[in-house]
């Protein structure tokens, strides 16, 4: 589910500058999503859509921020893995060092909820991203990766492995911005006696971006 | 009592250029004074001193002239007509626009400084005041004189040229006034610089002919012009066309974005866990190539950037536009230069 967090994130983070200009940014995003995990019981895996919202705002030149909030299901994809539904809201804040270049933290609140458990995740992240735009300046290449000094889990000790990364595509149109992002979050968590837990947690996310006021 | 003068003068060595003037002031006004009470036989006296080449004192050309006339009048009194003519011709030979008001001279004097004028054929300027003159409103006026009718050519040009601007040529008995408009031969305002004015004359009465020159300066007043503004450069223009390293960054760039989206599903993935969303790390990675492909080809084959093309026509076209402004304010100011006229001595450029 942090995949799906941070292939929207990615996307809102990364539009377009036409769209970036704006004082306030709607986005929606709908993602494909893909659980992988671990617990030693061999890799259970988990597939559903993810549909999300919110937006994002200017402040100055440099700084913006984004509330995110979005929600879906993972369906069990595997023997032994069970169907749950995700939930998460967070809070990102960037500043641009350079056009192709910002500096990015975020904080977000996930909890997956199935018939037998609720577990919740508080996950803050820092990392850059790197945008290149193609030469007609339509097109944008984005690239992002963060780690996740900050991850809470109910239930579990801190990882010891938590990294994000994500790449994609924009085009950009009339003040709106069409993504298409993947992304992966990994989590490794440290071996309780014999088992060690791992998660992954893998996204395609397309976002579009709608501009709003005025530049 | 010239005696006197001359051992004051030799003695005191170099006399006051101001005093030697006040001499022959009042050598003048006493003999004036003496003609006025017709008391001619001790105004001559006076009079013979001031044009005698033994006067020590500086004498001008107006107090000589002024000499000159009382001399006439005074013999013109005592029936000298011949002396008279003489003295008066010498006064016009040495100052054309000389002449007798007719409200101070009886009509025999009047008669004899006519006969003079007859006789002597000279032409004259007047020389040029200094005047500010707005060639829109104002005309500078020449006043030229011959001494009788005559055929007389008067002329202008800058000393620098030789093309000359007739201001008149015609018959001209007496003193003229010759407008100017402050334009030469080719219509345009006369440039700054030195100018000579030259009158020449032959009679119609004798075969005699004369001339006379005098200079003068011209300066522009005009308020300060603009500088239009410079050529645009490079730097001030966006490219209009993409370069053949832009088209390769293009590709490249769909390379780098194609290669970290399978980087991130294949190395940053767990190898515990195994890729995750792989064919759509593929989908997402093979849109970038494609992308970065067709950036290189429409870079390379249309190199155009219609947009930068059409910005910098809007610049060039600003720039056009705030230039034809700049220079129809500066044509304002130049066509309200003012000439300034000033006197110039000398006799060259």
Redesign the interface.
Known sequence: MAAIGLGAFGIALSAGPTAAQRAVTPFASLSLAEHRVDVGYGVERSRGAILGGGARVRLGARVELALRVQGGWLNAATPGAVDRDVGEVGLEAGVRAAPWLTFRAGAQRRAYSSVIARQGWTLVDVGAEVRFAFARGTITGVTRAAVVPVVSVSGLPRPDVAVTAATGLQIRRRGATLGALYSLERYDFPAQGAISRREQLAAVTLRLDVGLGRR | MKRLVLVLALTGGVVPRLAAQGSTQDLLQQASAFYERLDVERALPLLRQVVSPSWPFEVTAAQRVAAYKYLGACLALVGKGDSATLYFRAAIERDPFADLDAAVFTPAQLRLFGEARRLTFAVAVRPVASARIDPRTDRLTFTVVTTHAGLVDLELRPVSSDSALRLFRGVSDGPRDVAWDGLLADRHLAPAGRYELRITGSSQLSRRADSAVIYFEIRHEVAPLEDTLPDLTARDLVPEQ?SRS??T??LL??L??AG??LL??NG???R??????KP??A??AG??VV??AV?FA??RRHPD?PGNIVANAQRRAERAGQNAAIKARNSAKTAATVLLVTPAAGIGP
Request: glycine residues 18%.
């Open positions: 993409f832009a088209a960054r293009d760039r769909g780098v974005v970290t989206a991130i599903s940053l993935a767990s515990h866990l195994g890729g995750s969303l759509g790390a989908v997402l849109a970038a992308t970065g950036a429409g870079d950037i």
